[in-house]
């Protein structure tokens, strides 16, 4: 099983749409998570951090289900400024920050 | 806004050539890391570096690469002989005692 998996997509959503990435991780120890946004050929930007069951800001809204080890991230009132990959973040818990990335789902938000 | 600095943006290279990526982390950070992205794939993990030493290493890590902090502000990663595979984007992070990461503009390697 990969350390962190989620659907690549894409996603092509209208303007002012919910939408709703999963991503899933291998490792139960895992401790926090974390959502990055990246856009094309860009540097991943932190999003969102999860530490317990859930965090939201805004439109986002990420939570967490250690007994299923799955995130989600959900994007309320899509803008098309949220065009972006979404990346799932699960650090290795050996103590050194070690970042395990998933391959990102790609959001498209359409006028 | 603090933020992680990498130069250069871009780096054309011969097939093993040496290369050099320097970045600047933010100031009050205490924890470096390099990962790389080859197009159209994954982050990936290279390596961790704290308290001017190697706290963690991938498997894509070997010994053509080396990371170092010559002074206070810089960290850098160097290629002794590139290969065509190390074609990819290279970014630099450094995060605090919170844990979180914040990720350079990163700088784009083309081996030719």
């Known amino acids: 099983r990969k350390e962190v998996e989620q659907d690549p997509g894409p996603f092509n959503v209208p303007e002012g749409a919910t939408v709703a990435f999963n991503c899933t991780y291998s490792n139960s120890a895992s401790q926090s998570f974390f959502w990055y946004r990246q856009d094309c050929r860009k540097e991943p930007k932190l999003l969102m951090s999860v530490y317990s069951s859930g965090n939201e800001d805004g439109r986002f809204t990420a939570q967490l289900n250690r007994a299923s080890q799955y995130i989600s991230l959900l994007i309320r009132d899509s803008k098309l400024s949220d065009s972006a990959t979404y990346l799932c973040v699960v650090p290795w818990p050996t103590g050194a920050n070690n970042l395990f990335f998933g391959t990102g789902t790609r959001l498209t938000v359409i006028p | 806004e603090p933020e992680v600095t990498q130069t250069p943006s871009h780096q054309v290279t011969q097939m093993g050539q040496e290369v050099i990526l320097r970045c600047v982390p933010i100031?009050?950070?205490?924890?470096f890391y390099w990962y790389r992205q080859i197009l159209g794939q994954k982050v990936e993990f290279l390596v961790s570096f704290y308290n001017n030493e190697i706290s963690e290493k991938s498997e894509i890590f070997d010994d053509q690469f080396s990371v170092e902090r010559p002074d206070g502000s810089n960290f850098t990663l160097k290629i002794r002989s590139t290969k065509l595979e190390d074609s990819a984007m290279y970014f630099c992070?450094?995060?605090?005692?919170?844990?979180?990461?914040?990720f350079g503009s990163g700088t784009q390697l083309s081996v030719l």
């Open positions: 100031s009050n950070h205490l924890y």
């Open positions: 992070a450094s995060s605090g005692s919170d844990d979180l990461l914040f």
